[in-house]
C-alpha cells in the first residue's frame, strides 16, 4: 500500500469517528474534542492529569484547552483537585457523570461494530497502526502518552512498582494509565 493511499485510508477514519463523537456529544452540548479530553482524563495518571497534559496529548494550545475545561466543569463532568504536594499544580478528575457518558460513548459505538470487520487480524492493524503513530510523535517530537508498564522508567521489585524518573511508588492499577513522561522501554 502507498503512503498517500494509507494517509488517505488514516485521514478518512478519523473524519468519522469526529463525525461520529459530534453527533454522540450534540445531546450533551459537548464537540468532540470535549469527549477526547474526558476520555484521555479518565486514562491519566497522577502526573498526566493537568491542564497542560491535556493541551499535549491533544495538541492544543493551552488557551484552548483552558476554555474547555471550563465548559467541562460547568457541565459537572469534570473537577479540579489541588496537588498534595505542590499548590501550583492542579489535577483534573472526571466526575462519576462524565465516567457514566464516557461508558457509554467510548468508543463510539459504531467503532465497536466497524472493528468486528478485522476481527481476525486485530492484532496484526492494532500493531501496524502503533507503529505508525509512534513514528509519528517522533517524527513530530511528540510525547507518546503511553502507559507506564510499557515505560524504561518503570522499576519492579518484590512485587511492587516504582517510577524510576521519579521515585514514587505505583499502584498496580497505576501502571495501566496513560503517562505524559512515558519513554518506551527498550
Not at 44 to 52: F, G, L, V
Request: charged share 25%.
Amino acid at each position: 500500500m502507498s503512503g498517500d493511499r494509507l494517509f488517505d485510508l488514516v485521514e478518512r477514519i478519523g473524519a468519522l469517528l469526529r463525525s461520529e463523537l459530534r453527533r454522540l456529544g450534540a445531546p450533551h452540548g459537548l464537540e468532540p474534542v470535549h469527549l477526547q479530553a474526558l476520555a484521555y482524563l479518565a486514562r491519566a495518571n497522577r502526573y498526566s492529569d493537568t491542564p497542560i497534559a491535556v493541551a499535549e496529548f491533544l495538541g492544543l494550545t493551552k488557551g484552548n484547552v483552558s476554555q474547555r475545561l471550563i465548559a467541562l466543569e460547568k457541565a459537572g463532568l469534570l473537577r479540579r483537585r489541588p496537588d498534595r504536594d505542590d499548590a501550583r499544580v492542579v489535577h483534573l478528575v472526571p466526575t462519576a457523570k462524565a465516567q457514566t457518558l464516557l461508558e457509554a460513548l467510548s468508543p463510539p459505538p459504531a467503532w465497536r461494530t466497524a472493528t468486528a470487520a478485522v476481527a481476525g487480524d486485530q492484532e496484526g492493524v492494532e500493531t501496524a497502526l502503533a507503529t505508525l503513530l509512534s513514528a509519528l510523535q517522533g517524527a513530530n517530537g511528540r510525547r507518546t502518552f503511553g502507559q507506564c508498564r510499557s515505560c524504561r522508567f518503570l522499576q519492579r521489585k518484590d512485587g511492587a512498582f516504582t517510577c524510576g524518573l521519579t521515585h514514587d511508588p505505583l499502584e498496580p492499577d497505576h501502571t495501566l494509565r496513560l503517562c505524559r513522561e512515558h519513554e518506551p522501554a527498550a
